[in-house]
C-alpha cells in the first residue's frame, strides 16, 4: 500500500519530519522491515532530503530505525520484549538519581509546578513526551552523577515511540500529571523518600497500558495478514 505522509509544514522542518515518520510507524503505515529512502519521503513530506537525513538518523538513535551502510533505514519492530526490557529500567535509575539530586530549591520547585501545569494544557502527544522529558530532567537536574542523567536521556529516546501511544489517550496524560503532583506534595513536605517512591510509581504507571497497546496492534497485525 502507498502511503502519503501528511505534509510538513512547521518551522522545525527537520523535527516535523521526525514527528511524522514516528507517527507513522506507531500507526503501522510504516510496518516492521519497511525500508524508507530518502529521496521518496522527501518528495511526499514535501521537504529537502537534508532534514530527512536529519530525522532519520535521530530515529536510528532512539532505536525506531535500523541503518546499515549501503542499505539505508528500514523500520524496527515495536515489541513486547523491548519494551518491558527498557521499561523496567527507569524506575530503577531516576529514584537513584532523585536522591543523590536531593532536596530541590524553592525556585525548582515552581520551575516543576509551571512544566506540570504546561504538561496539563497540552494535547499534542509529541509536546506532552517533550515536557514530560523536560520535567523529570528538571526534576534531576542537580544530580552530580552525569553518567547516571546520561543514561536516563537515553533511555527517554528508547521508549518514546512506545510513550507517545500512551500519551495519546487522555488516562495516560492524566495519570502522568497526578504522579508529578504526588512527588511535588513530598518534596514541598522536605520528604525526599516519599518523592523517591512516588518517582518509582509514576515510572510504571504506563507499563500494563502500553503492553495492552502492543498485544492489541499484534492482534490486528495478524488479522490483517489473515485477510
Same mark, same amino acid.
Not at 54 to 64: K, S
Not at 65 to 93: C, N
Not at 154 to 168: D, V
Given at each position: 500500500?502507498?502511503? +502519503? ?10 523535527? #516535523?519530519? /521526525? ?15 519497511? @525500508? ?12 529537502? @532530503? ?14 525506531? %530505525?535500523?541503518?546499515?551502510? @549501503?542499505?539505508? !533505514? ?5 515489541? /513486547? ?5 527498557? !521499561?523496567?529500567?527507569?524506575? +530503577?535509575?531516576?529514584?537513584? *538519581?532523585? =536522591?543523590?539530586?536531593?532536596?530541590? #530549591? ?5 520551575? %516543576? ?11 499534542? *502527544? &509529541? ?13 534531576? *537536574? ?9 543514561? +536516563? ?8 515511540? !512506545? /510513550? +507517545?501511544?500512551?500519551? =495519546? ?6 495519570? *502522568?500529571?497526578?504522579?508529578? &503532583? /504526588?512527588?511535588?506534595? #513530598? %518534596? =514541598? ?9 512516588? %518517582? ?7 507499563? #500494563? ?5 502492543? @498485544? ?12
Amino acid at each position: 500500500m502507498h502511503i +502519503i505522509p501528511t505534509r510538513i509544514e512547521h518551522e522545525n522542518v527537520s523535527h #516535523s519530519v /521526525e514527528a511524522e515518520v514516528r507517527r507513522l510507524i506507531i500507526d503501522g503505515a510504516f510496518r516492521e522491515g519497511d @525500508r524508507l529512502n530518502e529521496v521518496h519521503l522527501a518528495a511526499q513530506l514535501g521537504v529537502s @532530503r537534508t532534514p530527512v537525513r536529519e530525522a532519520l538518523n535521530r530515529l536510528a538513535a532512539e532505536g525506531a %530505525l535500523d541503518s546499515r551502510p @549501503r542499505i539505508g !533505514y528500514s523500520v524496527k519492530p515495536l515489541t /513486547e520484549a523491548e519494551f518491558t526490557q527498557l !521499561y523496567d529500567v527507569r524506575p +530503577i535509575l531516576d529514584p537513584a *538519581a532523585l =536522591r543523590m539530586a536531593g532536596l530541590p #530549591s524553592v525556585d525548582r520547585l515552581r520551575a %516543576l509546578e509551571e512544566l506540570n501545569r504546561k504538561l496539563e494544557k497540552t494535547r499534542d *502527544a &509529541e509536546q506532552m513526551i517533550t515536557l514530560d522529558d523536560e520535567w523529570h530532567l528538571a526534576l534531576l *537536574a542537580d544530580c552530580p552523577n552525569r553518567i547516571l542523567v546520561g543514561l +536516563i536521556e537515553s533511555m527517554m529516546l528508547r521508549t518514546r515511540r !512506545y /510513550e +507517545i501511544a500512551l500519551m =495519546r489517550e487522555s488516562a495516560g496524560r492524566t495519570n *502522568a500529571i497526578r504522579g508529578h &503532583e /504526588e512527588i511535588l506534595a #513530598s %518534596l =514541598r513536605k522536605r520528604d525526599l523518600e516519599a518523592a523517591c517512591a512516588g %518517582l518509582q510509581v509514576n515510572m510504571q504507571h504506563g507499563r #500494563s497500558p502500553i503492553l495492552d497497546w502492543l @498485544r492489541s496492534r499484534s492482534l490486528n497485525k495478524t488479522a490483517r495478514r489473515a485477510t
